[in-house]
């Protein structure tokens, strides 16, 4: 049974990012995000997993976010 950890998730624009990790099964850690946007019916969201694989929660956590920001802001939209 994996453990999905959620960091405080923050806007970026239009974005909602959540940064989220998850423990493996050799006890390293996965960083995922997910980028929501929209509200009601017409609300997005767009899960993606990261590499590399992290020795700590903390370390995923912090490198999703990262990644998040960067994902989410205009100039990688454009």
Do not use: C, W
């Not at 997910?34 to 590399?52: A, E, H, K, Q």
């Amino acid at each position: 049974m994996s453990i999905i950890t959620f960091e405080q998730p923050f806007t970026v624009g239009k974005y909602l990012v959540s940064p989220l990790s998850r423990r493996t099964e050799t006890g390293d850690y996965l960083a995922s995000i997910s980028l929501r946007s929209g509200n009601g019916v017409g609300t997005r969201d767009r899960v993606f997993r990261l590499l590399p694989r992290f020795d700590s929660r903390q370390e995923a956590l912090v490198h999703a976010a990262q990644v998040g920001r960067g994902l989410a802001s205009p100039q990688a939209l454009a």
